[in-house]
C-alpha cells in the first residue's frame, strides 16, 4: 500500500490529483468548523449531552466527524445523498421506463440518472434540514436575540428558511466537493469525503480509550479489555482486508477469428467476480434503515411507558431485534447493490458479442444463468461476511455498558478499511497504465 503511494506520488499527474484531493478534503473539514447562524450554542452542548446515549445521534456524529453535534454548515454530511441513490437505484430498478432508459441511452443515461440523483439529495436536504430545524426549536436551541424574540412572525420564519437552506445548501456544496474529487482528483469522491469526517473523530476515540483504561487509576480489568479489543481489531483488519481481495475467477474462452491473413483470438481469459463486490454501502445503507425508529422518536419527546417505549428499547442498539434487522438489511441491500453493479445478462451478451464462452457452456441465456448462480454464491458469502464483522461488535458491546461504543468502532473499521482499499486500487490501476509495479504485482 505504501509502495503505491510512493510510486504514485513520482508521478507528476497522479501527484496533482493527490495534492487536489487532499485540497478539497481540507476545505470540507474547515466547513465543518463553520457554524449555522442562530444557533445557541450552550443549549446546542447541553441537547447533545442529554442524548448522548441516542444510537441515531452517535450514527450521524460519526459520519458527519462530529458536525452534526456543533450544528455546522455540514451537519447533514452526504446522509441525504446515501438515501436519494438508494431511492433512485430503487426506482430505476422497479420502474421499466427509467431502466430501459438506462440502458438504451448508455452513458448519457447515467448522467441523468446522476442528475437525478442530485436533485433527490438536494430535496432529502431540505426535508432533513426542516426535521432537524424543528428538533432545534422545540428544545429551545434557536437563539433568542433581539432580532428573534421581539421579530414577528415573518422575522421567524425568515430565521428558518435561513437555516433550513443552510443545511439544504451544505449538502449540495458536499456534493460538488465529491464530484471534483472523482473529476480532477484520485476518484471516489463521496466515499473520500465519508473517509475524511470519520478519520476526525479517531482522535476522539483514543481519547475516550484512554480515559477507559485510565478511570482515576489504573485498573487491571480495562486496561486487559483495552488490549483484547485492540488485538480483536488487528485481527478484524486483517480479515477485511482478506476478504476484500477474495474472488472468484470464471475461466473464458475466446474463438479464433480469421481476418484477412491474421488470427485474432483464441487465448483464454478470466471473469473475476469478487467475493465482497458491494464494498461498504450495504453498512451504510443497513445503518441509515435501522436507525430510523430512533431518528423519529429524537423528534419528540421522549416517552416513560406504553407501546412506544416498549418499541424503542427493542429496535435500538444492542437489543436482540436491532441486531437481527441491522444483519438481514446488510445482506438484502448486498444482493441489491451487487445486482445494481453486475448484470449477468449484459456480461452473458458482451461476452457473446466478442466471441467469448464460458467452457461447456453454450453462449446466451445458459450463461447468464450460470453467471447469475455464481454472482448469488459469493454475494452470499460476502454479505454474511459484512453482517458479521458488523453485528459482532454490537453483541460484544450488549455484555458489557462500557464497550458501548464498540458497536460505532466496526462499522468505522469497516468503513476505513473498504474505502482504504478501493483508493489504491484506483491509484494502482492509473499506476498500471504508466507501467509501474505496485500494491497488486
Known amino acids: 500500500m505504501f509502495k503505491t503511494l510512493v510510486n504514485a506520488w513520482k508521478v507528476p499527474e497522479l501527484r496533482r490529483k493527490i495534492l487536489f484531493t487532499v485540497m478539497i478534503l481540507v476545505i470540507y473539514r474547515f466547513g465543518n468548523a463553520v457554524p449555522i447562524p442562530f444557533i445557541d450554542a450552550a443549549a446546542l452542548t447541553q441537547l447533545f449531552a442529554e442524548n ?7 450514527y450521524l456524529n460519526l459520519l458527519t466527524g462530529g458536525s452534526f453535534e456543533s450544528c455546522t454548515i455540514f451537519a447533514l454530511s452526504i446522509t441525504p445523498y446515501i438515501t436519494a441513490s438508494i431511492i433512485v437505484q430503487l426506482l430505476f430498478m422497479a420502474i421499466p421506463a427509467l431502466e430501459k432508459m438506462l ?3 448508455g452513458e448519457e443515461g447515467r448522467k441523468k440518472q446522476a442528475k437525478i440523483m442530485r436533485y ?7 426535508l432533513e434540514g426542516f426535521i432537524y430545524y424543528l428538533t432545534l426549536s422545540r428544545n429551545n436551541v434557536i437563539a433568542s436575540g433581539v432580532f428573534i424574540a421581539n421579530g414577528g412572525t415573518f422575522d421567524k420564519i425568515l430565521v428558518a428558511t435561513i437555516i433550513i437552506m443552510t443545511f439544504a445548501a451544505g449538502t449540495a456544496v458536499i456534493m460538488w466537493l465529491g464530484e471534483l474529487i472523482n473529476d480532477r482528483g484520485i476518484g471516489n469522491g463521496i466515499s473520500m469525503i465519508l473517509l475524511a469526517g470519520i478519520l476526525s473523530r479517531i482522535p ?10 485510565y478511570d482515576g487509576k489504573i485498573r487491571t480489568g480495562n486496561l486487559i479489555i483495552a488490549i483484547l479489543v485492540a488485538i480483536f481489531s488487528i485481527i478484524m483488519v486483517g480479515f477485511v482486508v482478506w476478504v476484500s481481495n477474495a474472488e472468484r475467477r470464471v475461466q473464458v474462452q475466446y474463438a479464433k477469428r480469421v481476418v484477412g491473413r491474421k488470427i485474432y483470438g483464441g487465448q483464454s481469459s478470466y471473469l473475476p467476480m469478487k467475493v465482497n463486490m458491494t464494498g461498504v454501502m450495504p453498512i451504510i445503507f443497513a445503518s ?16 416513560t411507558s406504553g407501546f412506544w417505549y416498549y418499541f424503542l428499547m427493542v429496535t435500538q442498539s444492542p437489543s436482540p431485534v436491532y441486531i437481527i434487522l441491522y444483519f438481514l438489511f446488510i445482506i438484502a441491500f448486498s444482493f441489491f447493490y451487487a445486482y445494481a453493479q453486475f448484470n449477468p445478462v449484459e456480461v452473458a451478451n458482451n461476452m457473446k458479442s466478442q466471441g467469448g464462452f464460458i467452457p461447456g457452456l453454450r453462449p446466451g441465456r445458459p450463461t447468464a444463468a450460470f453467471i447469475s448462480r455464481v454472482l448469488k454464491n459469493i454475494t452470499v458469502l460476502g454479505a ?10 454490537i453483541i460484544v458491546s450488549a455484555f458489557s455498558k462500557d464497550l458501548g461504543n464498540m458497536a460505532l468502532g466496526g462499522t468505522t473499521l469497516l ?6 482499499l478501493e483508493t489504491v486500487q484506483q491509484l494502482e490501476a492509473q499506476l498500471v497504465m504508466r507501467h509501474y509495479k505496485g500494491f497488486l504485482s
Open 52 to 58: 448522548g446515549e441516542n444510537v441515531f445521534y452517535g
Open 103 to 105: 440502458k438504451e441511452d
Open 120 to 126: 433527490a439529495a438536494v430535496g432529502l436536504g431540505l
Open 415 to 420: 468503513i476505513i478499511v473498504g474505502v482504504a
Open 204 to 213: 476522539n476515540m483514543f481519547t475516550s480509550a484512554l480515559n477507559f483504561v
Open 384 to 393: 454474511i461476511f459484512l453482517g458479521i464483522v458488523a453485528v459482532l461488535p
Open 288 to 303: 441509515s434503515l435501522v436507525s430510523l425508529p430512533s431518528m423519529i422518536a429524537s423528534f419528540f419527546p421522549a416517552p
